[in-house]
């Protein structure tokens, strides 16, 4: 029982400093156009990064699955303009069906 | 733009975020957790990934550092997210500090998306989803199986889809480009040699791109 308190703890303290560090120690303040762009960069990076990770990554190994169906579909909406809600019916919707069948 | 605008934007994922929630409270039950732990560690840690992953360590008997070690791992990103958008940030450092906590994957990419940057569509989000993953956490907790497995439900791709939808229109410079195709390859070489977490960390390094030449 105190191991789960512990972690509970440790995880939730860790989790509060890393989400405030930016915000406590930067925030307000205007960066200077050095740091700026890449700063702006990070944005883009860490979307494409976050793409990757969510569509392909298991614990340490690669797993394909209905996943990039749902994905590939996601991709087709974005491309004809689709509003972003239909778009995520679109990719889950894909998903499911792929895992129904 | 203001938080109703960041609430309007993100309710479709805040319902995916509610039936995410319940099934880290059914897990966190399974894996031994009792009912208190799961809803405090909802409360204050709010980040799914890692809640997900301490809660199957702890389940498999992995020990505190490995449950905390994963779970920290999962959470470094939220140092540079927190960076790229601290300029918006505004008031004294307590404000700062809570607002902060508004910051996951989802807010953040909303309110980034389209635009320039607005903190009040992050907040207005990010409180959408806080109240979303910790209603759905205690709903799970005390025995909601009703709503099934999410990744039945194609749930689990509305995130993917989410981050993709986000990210096009950030593609706007041919810098930002380059930027998203490195880290893209970055986050996806390193998926099968360091735990989870890690590659979307090493990923951000892309953004060094930016600097001036």
Request: glycine share 12%; hydrophobic share 60%; aromatic share 8%.
């Amino acid at each position: 029982m105190t191991t789960i308190w512990i972690v509970v703890g440790v995880v939730g303290a860790a989790t509060i400093a890393i989400k405030a560090l930016g915000p406590v120690v930067l925030g307000g303040r205007k960066l200077p156009p050095r740091i700026d762009g890449v700063v702006v960069l990070l944005a883009p990076a860490l979307l494409a990064a976050l793409v990757v990770t969510q569509a392909v990554a298991g614990d340490r190994r690669y797993v394909f699955d209905a996943r990039l169906v749902g994905l590939a579909a996601a991709a087709v909406s974005i491309r004809l303009r689709a509003p972003l809600l239909v778009t995520l019916v679109v990719a889950a919707g894909a998903t499911a069906l792929v895992r129904a069948v | 733009m203001s938080y109703r605008d960041g609430a309007r934007r993100i309710w479709p994922i805040g319902v995916a975020a509610f039936a995410f929630g319940v099934s880290f409270g059914l897990l966190a039950r399974t894996a031994g957790l009792g009912p208190l732990a799961p809803i405090v560690m909802s409360l204050t840690t709010f980040a799914g990934s890692a809640q997900f992953a301490a809660a199957s360590i702890l389940g498999e008997h992995g020990g505190a550092a490995a449950a905390i070690a994963a779970a920290v791992l999962l959470n470094a990103r939220y140092g540079p997210i927190g960076i790229s958008v601290a300029p918006g940030f505004r008031g004294g450092r307590l404000r700062r500090l809570l607002e902060s906590q508004l910051v996951v994957d989802e807010s953040w990419a909303v309110s980034v998306g389209r635009g320039a940057f607005d903190v009040r569509v992050l907040l207005g989000a990010g409180l959408v989803l806080y109240l979303a993953w910790n209603a759905g956490t205690a709903v799970g907790v005390f025995g909601g199986g009703f709503l099934g497995s999410p990744a039945r439900l194609g749930l689990d791709e509305a995130f993917p889809a989410l981050f993709l939808a986000l990210l096009v229109p950030q593609l706007g410079t041919s810098r930002a480009r380059s930027a998203a195709s490195l880290a893209a390859l970055i986050a996806f070489v390193l998926i099968p040699f360091v735990p989870p977490g890690v590659p979307i960390v090493a990923a951000s390094a892309a953004c060094l791109l930016g600097l001036p030449r």
